[in-house]
């Protein structure tokens, strides 16, 4: 077993960290205040290599590995969560279903822009009906001759608006349930796309949140993605890959506010020491950074299963995703408990980070969820031999219910749409 990082890896880390402190921590409090989409800093990222980098040479992309990923993430996300979401999703949920699932006509014209960082990519599955129970998706796609009618409306779209592609799931086939689902590749110029509204949130204010309604949207069948009914599933699996992202999104976060943390206990004094002096205070770094380890521990592991071609990525991946989103908000709690009152104020980037960490546990699945993922994926497995469950496994009574919609890529196909819907 070998913990080091390659020269690659760390000259990656070692880049990446030198631009978001040279270009992104001087500007970031005031974008954040201004929700000032970071678009030149995004540019600037892709030219470095960071918008298409799971996504082989020959399309673009970097082709690295996916531990210099969530490197990468991790150290946007040190210092901006909004900026890692954005880079997240253009690499996780877009680049990689083009390119897996893409035709060479798709992957020609959309992975290069993409890798170059001139345009980002945006995922939607998300409706206002239906998040966590993706299979009740509403959007519908009809054939008439060589294009597809594309109607429904997208929530909570990352990168709506400022995206120039958007990976679209819509149903094609409302009486199949979950492998009625398909998915599309859709440019905002085509007719019948509209952005109707942007959310006001609490945190990754820079981050643009759409809704997008498709009325009547011509979407040429060459523009589909995969056949017709593997739309779950490519969601599915793009999303088990995602989740190691928003792992590493998490870490990043928690780095930066433990970081800011430590800073300000050797500085602050109170009752004649610095506060770093009390055991109190340094009870709560120590938790802080070894929650964080855990939690980093958790995000390479699931890196690493990826890199090994895992079948069962899903449950890793949900591992890593669900303990790192709630510890990055304990910590992110604790920073400010260490600033007192000034971490209660806009001056200050661990305010700025406790509402940043809370989107984490909520989006690409929820700690619910993945709870769902990991239980259903020990349950499964007979003691012993848990690296091989049987794709036919029959499903423990307690998820028979309506409430087992929720599951990862490997289970996609695995089930009945009438009994698992797919879900996240
Ligand atoms: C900032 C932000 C960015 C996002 N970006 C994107 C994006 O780019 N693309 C996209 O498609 N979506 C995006 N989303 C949507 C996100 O993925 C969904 O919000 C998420 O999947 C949860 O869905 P929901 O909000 O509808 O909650 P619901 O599904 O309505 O869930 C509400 C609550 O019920 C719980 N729950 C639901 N089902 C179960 C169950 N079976 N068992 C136990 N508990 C359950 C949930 O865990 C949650 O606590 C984004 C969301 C946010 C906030």
Same mark, same amino acid.
């Given at each position: 077993m070998d913990f080091s990082l390659t020269d690659d890896q760390r000259l990656i880390r070692n880049t990446v960290r030198q631009f978001m402190e040279a270009e992104v921590r001087p500007v970031i409090r005031e974008y954040d205040r201004e929700e000032k989409f970071p678009e030149a800093e995004l540019r600037k990222l892709g030219e470095l290599g960071c918008c298409g980098m799971l996504v082989p040479e020959e399309w673009g992309g970097a082709g690295v590995d996916t531990i210099s990923y969530v490197l990468m993430l991790e150290e946007v996300a040190r210092v901006d969560a909004a900026t890692a979401v954005a880079l997240s999703v253009t690499n996780s949920v877009s680049s990689v279903p083009v390119w897996k699932h893409g035709t060479e006509a798709q992957k020609k014209k959309y992975l290069p822009p993409l890798a170059r960082g001139e345009t980002l990519g945006a995922f939607c599955l998300t409706e206002p009906q239906a998040g966590s129970d993706s299979a009740a998706i509403q959007a519908r796609?009809?054939?008439r001759g060589d294009v597809y009618r594309l109607n429904g409306?997208?929530?909570w779209v990352t990168n709506g608006g400022v995206s120039g592609l958007y990976v679209v799931f819509a149903k094609t086939d409302s009486a199949a349930g979950a492998r009625g689902v398909t998915a599309f590749l859709v440019e905002p110029g085509f007719p019948g796309f509209r952005v109707s509204r942007y959310e006001d949130k609490m945190g990754i204010r820079t981050s643009r949140s759409a809704e =997008?309604?498709?009325?009547?949207?011509e979407v040429p069948?060459?523009?589909r993605l995969g056949e017709e009914g593997q739309g779950l599933k490519i969601a599915l699996e793009a999303l088990d890959g995602g989740r190691v992202g928003i792992g590493a999104q998490a870490v990043g976060i928690a780095q930066g506010a433990l970081e800011a943390a430590v800073g300000y206990a050797k500085q602050r004094r109170a009752f004649g020491k610095t506060i770093s002096e009390f055991?109190? =205070?340094?009870w709560m770094l120590a938790d802080m950074q070894t929650e964080i380890e855990a939690a980093r521990g958790l995000v390479y592991y699931a890196a690493w299963q990826r890199d090994q071609g895992s079948a069962r990525l899903g449950p890793y991946a949900s591992r890593a995703k669900l303990y790192a989103s709630e510890m990055v908000n304990r910590v992110a709690y604790k920073?400010?408990?260490?600033?007192?009152?000034?971490?209660?104020?806009?001056?200050?980037d661990v305010e700025r980070m406790y509402r940043d960490a809370r989107v984490i546990s909520i989006y690409e699945g929820t700690s619910e969820i993945q709870r769902l993922i990991i239980a259903r994926d020990?349950?499964?497995?007979?003691?012993?031999v848990r690296e091989t469950p049987p794709r036919d496994a029959v499903l423990p009574k307690a998820f028979e219910h309506s409430q087992a919609k929720a599951l990862d890529s490997s289970q996609a196909e695995a089930f009945d749409s009438s009994r698992a819907k797919g879900g996240r």
């Open positions: 796609a009809e054939r409306t997208k929530s =997008i309604v498709f009325t009547d949207c069948a060459a523009n055991q109190a =205070i340094q920073a400010v408990q260490v600033h007192g009152s000034v971490g209660y104020s806009r001056e200050t020990l349950l499964q497995s007979a003691p012993g």
